[in-house]
C-alpha cells in the first residue's frame, strides 16, 4: 500500500513536474527570510576584514530569525533601489528602513526595533541651524533614497536650499570635507562613526537640535511588502519575544548607548576686590580672562569731585582707571569695552577730546554713551569698563 502511494506520487511529480518545483521552492522559501542589505553603514551594517556581515541589524536580524526558527539570507541592495527591488521578489524585506507616510502607501512595515534621530552636521565655524533662514543659499549633502533625501527637497528645496543626493556616504563625507557641500543631513549615529569620532572630524559637529518631521520617521523598522502581512506579523512577535527575553536590550545596548549625561561645567573662581569705604559693590570682580570695574567719577582722594568740570572730571575717572588696571597686571591697551554716562549729553565733545588720550588710537575699545540727567555727588561723568587678560 505504501509503495503504492509513493509510485503514484512519483507519477503525479512527473506528470506535473512545474507544479512540484514550484511547490519545492515555496517550501524552501519558508525556511528563509531574505533581507535586502547596504552593507556599508557601521556600526548598522558593514563588512569585517574577513568579509563578514557585522553591526547592529545584522544581529537584530539573526535574532529574529532564530526566534522563527528560520535562516536569514542577506542580499546585498543599494538602499536608493530597494524598494524596486522589494516589489520585484528579490528578497522578502527591507533592513532597515524608517516607516513614514510615504513609504507606507508603498510598503508594509514591522514596529520600530529602535528609535533613530536626524541631526544636521557641518563645520564648527559655520554656526549653521536647521532653520531655513540660516540655510538659504547654503549646499546641503543627502544620501539617495532615505527619508532625510524626501524631507530635505521637500522643507528646504523650495525655499532656496541647494539639495545635493549622493548615492555613497563615503563620497558625501568626503564632499563635506573638501567644502563642496556646506552640511550634510544624517543619522547621528551613522554620522558619528562615519566621521565626527574619527581625526578627519575634528572640525565638524552636530549643528542645532535634533530634527522632527513625520516625512523622517520616528524609528528604524523593517519594510515589507503589503502582500505579506503573515511575515509582518511573525516578526512582530519575534521582535516582541526579543524584548521579553532581554535579547533585544543586549544587542541594541552594544551600539546605541544612552549619551552620557551633560557634565557640569567646571566653575572658574571669581575674583573680587571691595570698594573704599565698606560700599556694598565690587570695585572690580575678574571672571575668567575678563575684569569688570565699577563705575568711576571724577573724585579726589578725599572722596570729593575735583573742580574744573567735564573735562578735569573725565581725566580724574580716567587716571583712577589706569591706577586699578596696573594693580591688576593690566594697562588701558587691555581695555575691550566702556560706557559712558553723563549728566550732561552736551559735555559729549568736550568729554571725547580727554577721553582719547587715554586709549591708543588702535586699540579704542567698544563703547556707548549717554546722558543720565543727574549723577552721584552731581558729577558730571561716570565711566565703567571692562578689560581682558
Not at 557585522?54 to 528560520?70: D, H, S, T, W, Y
Not at 568740570?309 to 591697551?333: F, N, Q, V, Y
Request: glycine share 8%; aromatic share 6%; with cysteine.
Amino acid at each position: 500500500m505504501i509503495l503504492t502511494r509513493l509510485m503514484l506520487a512519483l507519477a503525479l511529480c512527473t506528470m506535473t513536474g512545474v507544479l512540484c518545483s514550484t511547490a519545492y521552492a515555496k517550501e524552501k522559501r519558508s525556511q528563509v527570510i531574505r533581507f535586502g542589505v547596504e552593507p556599508l553603514v557601521p556600526p548598522f551594517e558593514s563588512r569585517n576584514a574577513k568579509g563578514e556581515l557585522v553591526g547592529l541589524n545584522i544581529e537584530l536580524g539573526n535574532a529574529l530569525c532564530a526566534q522563527l526558527k528560520r535562516r536569514c539570507e542577506w542580499v546585498d541592495q543599494s538602499y536608493a533601489t530597494n524598494l524596486a527591488a522589494l516589489e520585484a521578489g528579490r528578497f522578502d524585506a527591507i533592513m532597515p528602513m524608517s516607516s513614514t507616510p510615504a513609504r507606507r502607501k508603498q510598503i508594509d512595515f514591522t514596529d520600530n526595533l529602535y528609535p533613530l534621530e536626524t541631526r544636521l552636521v557641518a563645520r564648527r565655524d559655520l554656526a549653521l541651524q536647521p532653520d531655513l533662514k540660516v540655510l538659504q543659499g547654503r549646499r546641503i549633502g543627502v544620501l539617495a533614497g532615505t527619508s532625510r533625501e524626501a524631507y530635505a527637497l521637500a522643507r528646504w528645496a523650495p525655499h532656496g536650499v541647494e539639495v545635493k543626493t549622493f548615492k555613497l556616504n563615503a563620497q558625501l563625507i568626503e564632499s563635506l570635507r573638501k567644502g563642496e557641500i556646506d552640511a550634510t543631513l544624517q543619522d547621528s549615529i551613522e554620522i558619528s562613526q562615519a566621521l565626527l569620532k574619527t581625526a578627519q572630524g575634528v572640525d565638524f559637529a552636530f549643528a542645532g537640535p535634533a530634527i522632527k518631521d513625520e516625512m523622517l520617521g520616528t524609528g528604524v523598522a523593517i519594510g515589507l511588502s503589503k502582500t505579506d502581512p503573515e511575515l509582518r506579523d511573525a516578526l512582530n512577535q519575534a521582535l516582541q519575544r526579543l524584548k521579553d527575553n532581554g535579547q533585544h536590550a543586549a544587542i541594541t545596548g552594544r551600539y546605541l548607548a544612552a549619551a552620557p549625561a551633560p557634565q557640569r561645567p567646571v566653575l572658574q573662581p571669581l575674583g573680587f576686590s571691595p570698594a573704599d569705604a565698606g560700599l556694598p559693590f565690587s570695585q572690580t570682580v575678574r571672571a575668567g580672562s575678563l575684569l569688570f570695574l565699577s563705575g568711576l567719577l571724577g573724585l579726589d582722594s578725599a572722596g570729593k569731585r575735583v573742580p574744573g568740570g567735564i573735562e578735569a572730571e573725565t581725566a580724574r575717572a580716567l587716571e583712577s582707571m589706569r591706577t586699578i588696571l596696573k594693580d591688576k597686571g593690566l594697562s588701558m591697551e587691555r581695555v575691550v569695552k566702556c560706557t559712558v554716562i553723563l549728566a550732561d549729553i552736551n559735555d559729549f565733545a568736550a568729554m571725547n577730546k580727554v577721553y582719547s588720550r587715554y586709549f591708543p588710537a588702535n586699540h579704542l575699545p567698544a563703547r556707548t554713551a549717554f546722558a543720565a540727567g543727574r549723577l552721584l555727588l552731581d558729577a558730571r561723568i561716570e565711566i565703567e569698563c571692562v578689560a581682558s587678560y
